[in-house]
């Protein structure tokens, strides 16, 4: 897993790091650079101090150790390359040098060499190598400390600092962990920075859709709960005038009666858990291509014995081999509810076609019937759940069209309900057209 | 006693109705408050059983309009809202009673009774005129203490005599509380059940007011 804190404090830590060594190193060789520079200017005004002297040869008296370290060595010869003046006796003494600033080597010591030639006279000024390099690398070290001491106090500061800034982050993660899982109500966190409100609006929104899953659902179960009190009282009133009937004649009656309540009551918890099942938000798109023609024979072979049982002529129209992208047993749920709605509503002796086809590259399901159909302003109300048209005298869940609609909406087809031709009612599902 | 009832649910309404006639009430079955509307506006009822979720016309629309129209036909409340502020928007909408579905049908029977007695004024359960005492709930009649077996309709049609003795009663008034719509209606039905209730009460019990109907004197 990939971390912020940790990509922060490398991509800051090492560029400390890297450029304070860097920094430090390029002011060590600059400051010695810079002090070569400046004992050559010394041994260069040391040599022009000695241009008007006159010297006189005189044994000088031997020098102490500690001189001997330090000491500039100052040689003057005369016009005939004699030696007119040394500064000093050193064991070894460079030689007579090119003019200018040249280095020189004798056995046991480098040096720095300036030499310079004034009316008629050599003067030349050496200095040790070896004193130069330490003086030089003493000076380096004084100006590129700092530098060096700076890189952990700038490493402590990127480390407090990024700390600091994902703090919020922190603070926010530890907000939703301490949610309880019915707590839906926006995120809003104290001193949010604006780099976090998209990933905050982006909760807060998922947080809001949840809620508005979570209420429809309670909403539904609240109704279907309400909805099965009147299955369940026709059961109780029904069971109760079996217990009251006098006769065997009326007792049968009374079970019958029962018998088709207690069939109802099922249905409508079939209906039920089939809406529960298609409630879901994750909207299955795509999915397997569906051949709505072999589906609508399936469909109408299973309600085949029904429809011949009420004397109904069920059958498909016309047909034709349609392929659609959705979910196989969806669609079976939904053309069965089609179907199962026409025949409940028919009366006897009518006619259902179930037509697969496509109009003009539109594949389309219809299902219709030459019933009662369905006054135009209750065609809105229908799909609505537990809504029951009005003095059909047919008992149903009311949860058959909103759970048709409930498929169609998930496969983004349309459903449009028409009149037929020559009375009763078309319900027509266009699926959206294949891009 | 004659009954409106008002609910849209088939099975439902066949088996209150049937329930109700087997206790002795005539029962008129409406599925939507249009045509409970209606009903109310041409027929006389002594109480509606009314479901609030109705096709149409709302159950409460339906009793707004009936309140406003002055009408003090008791109502009681059929339906499977049990909220308690369903209950009372219920009853404060001018309901007498509020019966939540699922329920049984003999209590149903008995909050019919126990209405239209607060209606007609008494506390007692049981009707005493004279030595005739009635029974609403169990049905039984007796005279002097002895038990009396009356037939249904016998015992509905003392029941609406008794209720206000002194007022009198029409022939068609009282076949409109014997019988529900679909029942029929034989010719001097209510000649031969007051003839078999003076046989067993005694004859000068109810009083035929000639050319109007029947009463009985006030005690």
Redesign the interface.
Known sequence: MSSIRRQLLIGLLVPVFAGGIAAAAWTYVAARDEAGVLFDYHLEQIAWSMRDRSFQRRPIPPHSAAELENDFVIQIWDRGGVEIYLSRSHAQVPGLSPPGFSNQRTPDAAWRVFSAQVRGRVIQVAQPQRVRQRLAADLALRASVPIALLIPLLAAIVWIVVGRGLAPLTALARAVGKRHSTALESLEPKDMPIELAPLVGELNSLLARLGATLETQRRFVADAA??L??????????A??VE?AADDSSRAAALA?LR??VE?ATRVVEQLLTLARQVPEARTAGGTPVDLESLAQAVVAEFAALAAEKGIDLGIGRAASVLVPGDRDALHVLLANLVDNAVRHVPPAGVVDVDVGRDQGVAFVAVSDNGPGIPGDERQRVFERFY????S?V?GSGLGLSIVREIADRHGAAIALEDRSGGGLVVRVTFPRRT | MRILLVEDDPMIGASVREGLRQDGFAVDWVQDGVAADTALAAETYDLVLLDLGLPRLSGSTLLERLRARKSDIPVIILTARDTVDDRIAGLDSGADDYVVKPFDLDELAARIRAVARRRAGRAAPRICYRDVELDPAGHSASLCGDPVSLAPREFALLMALLERPGSVLSRAQLEERLYGWGEEVESNTIEVYVHGLRRKLGTDLIRNVRGVGYMVPKA
């Open positions: 309400h909805e009190r009147t299955p369940l009282a026709a059961l109780q009133l029904q109760q005038l009251r009666e088709r309540g109802r029951r048209v009005a003095g005298g008992v």
